[in-house]
Each structure stands twice: as structure tokens, then as C-alpha cells.
Nanobody, 126 residues
Framework: VQLQASGGGLVHSGGSLRLSCTVTGFTLRDYVIGWFRQVPGKEREGVSCISGRRGPTYYVDSVKGRFTISRDNDKNTVYLQMNNLKPEDTAVYYC????????????????????WGKGTLVTVSS
């Protein structure tokens, strides 16, 4: 199982970025995918989650109306469209997954996720 996040970069406040998480080794439909972010000195935060079959299941309040999570099962890729970015969105963004059929806590709890990709840095300048 591998996840590869990409699409980070430097943008001005109000700008947009689209993050991609390409997965290999499993079928996206059977898994929950989450986007998380972390800044130095703070805990990792769940940003958005999507079920392989049911669609988006979670957005943290601070990104509602600005971020959109989506998936392309044929490409085994999950996207996070980030619009109207703010300096407080600056963080390393990670994608992670867990099997949707497994019982227990799930996304957006970081501890519930089984596999993580390497992060991609998003920097929003004011």
C-alpha cells in the first residue's frame, strides 16, 4: 500500500491549489481517504475525508466552503481543491487511508488511519 501526495506549493492569500493523492496497492472504493495537515508544534489535524463509495464525509469547520474533496476511482486518486487560501492554511498536508470495512474509529481521527503518504508543503503568503 502506497500513497503519494503532490500539488503543494507557495501561493498568495486568496489563491488556489489542488492537491492529489495517488494510491497504489489497493482499491480506492474499499477505503476511506483523508487529508490531514500539520504545522510545527501542533497536532496533526483532520481536514477532509471521503469514503470510497459514499463521497465526502467530513470537512473541518475552518475549510468549509473553501475546500472540496473528490475522488477518481478509475485513476485511484483523491483530490483536495483548495480555494481562497489563507495564511493559516499553511502546513504540511498528508493523505492517509484505512479500510472502510474495519470497525472502530475512523477519519478524521489521525490515530485511526492505517497508511500515510509523505506530506506536501502548502505555504500561503499574506
Amino acid at each position: 500500500v502506497q500513497l503519494q501526495a503532490s500539488g503543494g506549493g507557495l501561493v498568495h492569500s486568496g489563491g488556489s491549489l489542488r492537491l492529489s493523492c495517488t494510491v497504489t496497492g489497493f482499491t480506492l472504493r474499499d477505503y476511506v481517504i483523508g487529508w490531514f495537515r500539520q504545522v510545527p508544534g501542533k497536532e496533526r489535524e483532520g481536514v477532509s475525508c471521503i469514503s470510497g463509495r459514499r463521497g465526502p464525509t467530513y470537512y473541518v469547520d475552518s475549510v468549509k466552503g473553501r475546500f472540496t474533496i473528490s475522488r477518481d476511482n478509475d485513476k485511484n486518486t483523491v483530490y483536495l481543491q483548495m480555494n481562497n487560501l489563507k495564511p493559516e492554511d499553511t502546513a504540511v498536508y498528508y493523505c492517509a487511508t484505512r479500510n472502510a470495512k474495519r470497525n472502530g474509529d475512523t477519519c478524521p481521527n489521525p490515530a485511526s488511519m492505517d497508511y500515510w503518504g509523505k506530506g506536501t508543503l502548502v505555504t500561503v503568503s499574506s
